[in-house]
């Protein structure tokens, strides 16, 4: 099969770009869905955050004010994790898809107790002392969600007051929240996992948008390039040789009247051109003289 040097070019130029455009696709993608899974990271961090400033509020300014009202009556929120959990719970209404949940083994409110699945997110921080903090991707009904777990580790004697023994506890508390639950807890136990989800897929759809759109813009840059390169091989490169071809033919049947070929310019075809012009110079000057 014959092929014209304009289509032999478009083959490799087509190639080319096909293999440039898997690759870029390729890349693109994975870039863009790890910037959608950091972004998503951030913002379950940045609750983490918000939920550990809450808690550290209550303790450090709330309980403090309401140290004598405490020793005649157990308010619950004095407690800097049902601070903190009040305060996530009320800030996520607006995000149904956000959650927010300090899971534990044997809690005291029955709100806080562990499915499932986050006992064994409980069981693996309890295997794994040195671990600070789990990330991880979970599908469920309402889709696929990245979570972040850190463990809840009893490390302020002070919190064995209440959830030591029934006894100990006081006796407001156990009114409120009997005496079966949330107790038996020791120093340095880890007893739940602090838990905030995040949804996913609105941030992967919005990176797979975002591919769409940059490799159509690709596409669309290919196109005018294709048209301009070919613009200029058909310019520059094949009507000249064309030319060139169609004058030694003529030359090459006996004809001595060929016009010489327009070869101005410095470029790689005018040069040929001139050595055309000589070589055909030479050859019409030599016919004559076989003719004479």
């Known amino acids: 099969m014959k092929l014209s040097l304009a289509v032999k070019f478009n083959v490799v130029f087509l190639a080319v770009f096909i293999v440039g455009f898997i690759a870029t696709s390729l890349s693109t993608h994975y870039m863009l869905q790890q910037s959608a899974r950091r972004e998503t990271l951030e913002t379950a961090r940045m609750l983490m955050r918000s939920a550990s400033a809450a808690s550290t509020y209550t303790a450090e300014q709330i309980v403090p004010l309401l140290e004598n009202r405490l020793k005649f009556q157990f308010l619950p929120q004095s407690v800097p994790d049902f601070a903190a959990i009040s305060h996530l719970q009320e800030l996520l209404k607006s995000y149904p898809d956000y959650a927010y949940k300090e899971a534990t083994l044997n809690p005291t409110n029955p709100r806080d107790l562990a499915n499932d699945w986050e006992k064994t997110l409980i069981s693996t921080l309890r ?78 759809q919005r990176a797979t948008s975002l591919l769409h759109s940059y490799m159509l813009s690709m596409l669309g840059i290919f196109a005018v390039l294709f048209v301009a390169l070919n613009v200029a091989v058909h310019l520059f490169v094949t009507r000249r040789l064309r030319q060139m071809s169609a004058l030694a033919d003529r030359v090459s049947l006996g004809e001595t009247d060929v016009p010489p070929m327009d070869v101005s310019g410095s470029d790689e075809l005018a040069r040929l051109g001139q050595s055309f012009g000589r070589m055909r110079t030479s050859l019409v000057s030599a016919m004559k003289m076989l003719e004479e």
């Open 127 to 204: 295997s794994q002392p040195q671990t600070d903090e789990m990330v991880g991707e979970r599908a469920d009904d309402k889709g696929t969600s990245l979570y972040i777990a850190r463990p809840i580790q009893i490390k302020d004697a002070a919190c064995l007051a209440c959830h030591s023994t029934p006894d100990a506890a006081p006796k407001t508390m156990v009114d409120i929240y009997g005496a079966v639950n949330g107790f038996g807890w020791k120093l340095n136990d880890t007893i739940g996992a602090q838990l905030v989800s995040v949804p996913l897929d609105l941030p992967m």
